[in-house]
Nanobody, 115 residues
Framework: QVQLVESGGGLVQPGGSLRLSCAGS????????VGWYRQAPGKQREWVAG???????NYVDSVKGRFTISRDNVKNMVYLQMNSLKPEDTAVYYC?????????WGQGTQVTVSS
């Protein structure tokens, strides 16, 4: 089992940047595939980016070239660097860890992009 805690959200102007962090504990975090998801008000939760235990990354088309997912297996951390933020990126961002057929979610962190 793994526990996840997200941080790094906040209010940023359009065009700005934020780095979200997902801290994992309680298990061998490096074996988990980790994904970032987001949920905007009134919308379904959507997958944003993912990184495998071998650090292979993938992104939804709407964030390609703007967001970068990375991980530090020594620190048990996964990051989401978000650049060129747009108002439509406003959402609660969650990280999810998956291993052995089980999913674990963090509590989420709010990102608001507004002038």
């Amino acid at each position: 089992q793994v526990q996840l805690v997200e941080s790094g959200g906040g209010l940023v102007q359009p065009g700005g940047s934020l780095r979200l962090s997902c801290a994992g504990s309680g298990s061998i975090f490096s074996i988990y595939a980790v994904g970032w998801y987001r949920q905007a008000p009134g919308k379904q939760r959507e997958w944003v980016a993912g990184i495998t235990s071998g650090k292979i990354t993938n992104y939804v088309d709407s964030v390609k070239g703007r967001f970068t997912i990375s991980r530090d297996n020594v620190k048990n951390m996964v990051y989401l660097q978000m650049n060129s933020l747009k108002p439509e990126d406003t959402a609660v961002y969650y990280c999810k860890a998956t291993a052995y057929g089980k999913d674990y979610w963090g509590q989420g962190t709010q990102v608001t992009v507004s002038s």
